[in-house]
């Protein structure tokens, strides 16, 4: 520990500066309020239709009609800034709320205080375990070792130096003691800069929120038209303006997409809740339905395809080289026991450095209970790393013998120099060292020396007499689930490209062990004289980069983007924030993630599993096959909407349907039967398909036709019952409950043949879930009391009908399921008849 302390600040001129510069504070909280949640959520314009809808009807007075849509559109905003403002809740239980604490020494005495009171030119002492709370150049180092991989991506500890050694906010000391005083503080730190940034990058919208955008768009300008259109008709017909513009709101309003929002936040907040379970955390839900569509995963290396944590990978003794495992790899063999022992009696006793803390483990699985483990020695002297000899010595006392045991380790080159090691051997350890190198791992030499108990201690390690004991590759060991999800991710088309700040040897080998195609390694240098165009065109092909700086990685999402990738970018570190935020989707690790990681990100994995993002991907893209069936299944129920609006005006018939009953079906009755399509397991053949393309729309021409041909089909069910009821002298009022009895059975009669696009007349009763069952007799219930119920039917300007006359109303609207079904295969046909076309030449 540093002895010689400066005075430091006094309290008064750090209080000063405190006040003049601020608080040393990064200001990168990427946290959302809840009423800045709030805000995102009533600024969707799906969402404004709807209020604007509810205010028409308040304009028109019908304040019971408009209370109850605008009471739906509060039940949907609610339930959407519930689900968000939870996950902020739940990303709050990850951050540690407590500022990292610093040891400074003011007016010559060392006090404890926040790391937000740090200030410009303190004096900070620093130890093993510390979290540096800002910038700043080394005064005093012993053994000084600090782990930088949040902002370079590098494993490996960088030892500092008194010598112009730089330390950075947010790095940790893993080894040794220092002095460092603080040359930056708050948002002008590497930290500080990387988190300001972000604040210029816009997050990425969802490709299908877009799309259901527009097609609400459109469907809204039809709406209008078709609205003042039928109510003109109206008032030349019948001559009454009044309820011409009530019939003309109708039709609007059947037109109008208003559960398009209700069936979206249903579906993806219901998706959050799935891959919740898989330990992923969605802070934005759209992000999840985006994932389907990910056509590029970018993922850093450290700490997302990689543990974060050295291991001992290889072992060369004599010339003779063995790749090991940890742990568990097996007896080691007894030639490689000394160079283990050595390699532990050179680390500290409770070391916080990931290699030392490697040798421990290693030592402690494969050579416990024998003589190469020494708790009992005492540790006499350290010979600490120096610029000018990148070595390490510990002189250790055993208690018996006549001399103590000298053991050191340190670069290769510095172990030779230290053994005076002949050319030949020189030559054959600089071989061996660089064939470890080639494999990605990080190569330390061990040597052993011994040291006569009479003898003064020299003051230098040259003067020992070494004798060279072997080499060691260290490595970031690949998660073992990376493989395997990486293949899942190729076989589904989609590419994986890694991006790190490591050395592209090791970067090769990791790629090598993942599956990932690093035939062709392109380097941070390499991007630096690369123009946009040249760019686009060497990103296309390579799959690897190293040595590139955060700004790097941000243009590598950037370029991929313009070249009409869907990206997903996975990472841990501050200095990958900013391309997690670019990304279509950012992907941030949750345990060993920085909190500016994670509120960059979309998505969040808790248990830093890689496996998680292939189950998210699956996910994604069972959402959108099943919101693809949803919404088929919405249009079709919303022809027999359009058709009973306007009907009844052609042909002089009292109005079948009023707004209540339209705001009824479309924000209750609709959704909740789409809920039986969210609860679809999707195609087990999902992942051996490649990802929708971003041409692709929601609904193709044939889907829409199978939605317009099913709905006309309901919509002369209802029109032809209604008529014959009314013609048999039925009242108004309990034939429009008939002919509503019929219009919601026939909806959910509906849900069978749509559950599946490829279900057959058998299939389509297989495989139904609980929720089906709760929905169907939920849906039933409620239409049984709407129309069974007298005071509950008045409110709807229904009549009760007789118990055989709701009998025989259900039965005409479920006998619809086998028209459903005829059209769907009927369209089945057609479309493989035309693509039977299409393959054979003619």
């Known amino acids: 520990m540093p002895t010689d302390f400066p005075q430091g600040l006094s309290q008064e001129a750090a209080a000063a500066r405190l006040a003049e510069e601020g608080s040393n504070e990064l200001g990168t909280d990427q946290r959302r309020s809840l009423l800045s949640i709030a805000g995102e959520v009533a600024r969707e314009p799906m969402f404004l239709l709807l209020l604007g809808a509810g205010a028409i009807y308040l304009a028109m007075g019908d304040a019971h009609e408009a209370l109850i849509l605008l009471g739906f559109v509060g039940i949907i905003m609610l339930v959407t800034i519930l689900q968000e403002r939870r996950t902020e809740n739940a990303l709050e239980a990850l951050r540690d709320l407590s500022s990292p604490r610093a040891l400074v020494i003011r007016d010559g005495v060392q006090t404890r205080i926040a790391g937000r009171e740090v200030v410009r030119e303190d004096v900070l002492v620093l130890a093993e375990g510390d979290r540096i709370p800002a910038d700043g150049k080394v005064l005093q180092a012993h053994e000084l070792a600090a782990d930088e991989s949040m902002l370079t991506g590098e494993s490996v500890a960088v030892a500092k130096f008194s010598d112009n050694g730089q330390v950075f906010a947010g790095t940790l000391v893993v080894r040794g003691q220092g002095l460092m005083q603080v040359s930056t503080t708050g948002q002008a730190t590497e930290l500080g800069r990387i988190g300001k940034s972000l604040q210029a990058i816009a997050i990425e919208s969802s490709p299908l929120r877009d799309e259901i955008g527009r097609l609400t768009k459109r469907l809204a300008l039809i709406g209008i038209g078709l609205c003042l259109a039928l109510a003109l008709l109206y008032w030349s017909l019948r001559g009454n303006w009044l309820d011409a513009l009530l019939a003309g709101i109708t039709l609007a309003m059947g037109i109008l997409p208003q559960e398009f929002p209700v069936i979206m936040i249903i579906f993806l907040a219901f998706g959050a809740r799935r891959i919740a ?56 063999p007894e030639p490689y026991h000394e160079l283990i022992e050595y390699a532990v009696l050179s680390s500290e006793t409770d070391p916080h450095d990931p290699m030392e803390q490697a040798f421990h483990r290693f030592a402690g699985e494969l050579l416990a209970n024998t003589e190469h483990l020494h708790p009992d020695w005492s540790l006499e002297k350290e010979y600490e790393l120096s610029p000018e000899l990148l070595a390490m010595s510990h002189l250790w006392k055993k208690g018996s013998g006549n001399h103590d045991v000298v053991a050191t380790k340190g670069a290769p080159e510095a172990i030779a120099d230290l053994c005076h090691l002949p050319e030949e051997e020189r030559r054959r350890m600089s071989q061996e060292a660089e064939a470890m190198a080639d494999r ?6 061990v040597a052993k020396a011994k040291h006569v108990i009479k003898e003064n201690l020299p003051d230098i390690q040259h003067d020992f007499d070494f004798r060279f004991v072997g080499l060691i590759g260290l490595a970031d060991p690949l998660r073992a689930e990376v493989p395997g999800a990486v293949a899942e991710c190729l076989h589904a088309g989609i590419r994986v490209v890694m991006i790190t700040g490591d050395h592209p040897s090791t970067a090769r080998a990791i790629a090598a062990s993942a599956g990932i195609d690093g035939s062709e390694v392109l380097t941070g240098a390499g991007l630096e004289g690369l123009d946009a165009s040249k760019l686009a065109q060497r990103i296309a092909s390579v799959n690897v980069f190293a040595r590139v700086t955060p700004q790097q990685k941000l243009d590598i999402v950037e370029a991929l983007k313009a070249n009409g990738e869907v ?40 248990e830093d599993d890689f496996t998680a993002i292939v189950s998210a991907v699956r996910l994604g893209r069972r959402i959108f096959a099943n919101l693809r069936q949803a919404m088929i299944y919405t249009l079709a129920v919303h022809i027999p909407i359009i058709g009973l609006s306007i009907l009844p005006v052609l042909f002089g018939m009292p109005l079948i349907l009023a707004p209540i ?30 990802p929708r393309s971003t041409t692709e729309h929601l609904l193709s021409t044939r889907q829409l036709v199978l939605s317009l041909v099913q709905g006309t089909l309901v919509t002369l069910a209802v029109v032809t019952f209604y008529v014959a009821v009314i013609s048999a002298g039925t009242p108004t009022e309990q034939a429009r409950a008939l002919a509503f009895i019929v219009l919601v059975t026939a909806n959910a009669a509906l849900i069978f043949p749509s559950r599946s696009p490829d279900s057959g007349w058998l299939q389509m009763f297989t495989g139904l879930t609980p929720v089906t069952a709760w929905v169907l007799g939920g849906t039933l219930t409620g239409l049984a009391l709407i129309t069974g119920v007298p005071a509950i039917a008045a409110a709807f300007t229904f009549s009760p009908p007789s118990l055989q006359q709701g009998l025989l109303a259900f039965i005409v609207g479920a006998g619809m399921m086998l028209l459903f079904e005829a059209a769907k295969q009927s369209e089945r046909k057609i479309a493989r008849r035309a693509l039977t076309t299409l393959v054979i030449p003619q």
Do not use: W, Y
């Open 440 to 445: 990605g791992l990080r190569v330390l030499g």
């Open 661 to 690: 009953h339209i705001a009824f079906l479309e924000l209750v009755i609709d959704p909740a039967c789409s809920i039986v399509f969210e609860a679809e397991a999707g195609s087990p053949h999902l992942m051996e398909q490649p």
């Open 277 to 332: 379970r898989q330990k992923v955390l969605t802070r934005r839900l759209n992000a999840i339905e985006t994932l389907g569509e990910t056509t590029v995963l970018c993922v850093d290396k450290t700490g997302t395809l990689t543990q974060n944590r050295m291991a001992v990978a290889a072992l060369s003794v004599g010339g003779k080289f063995l790749a090991t495992d940890e742990p568990g790899g097996g007896d080691l």
């Open 567 to 606: 990206v997903a970018m996975t990472g841990d570190g501050v200095n990958d924030a900013p391309a997690l935020k670019a990304a279509h989707i950012g992907i941030a690790m949750g345990k060993r993630g920085t909190d500016v990681a994670r509120e960059a990100a979309s998505l969040v994995l808790l």
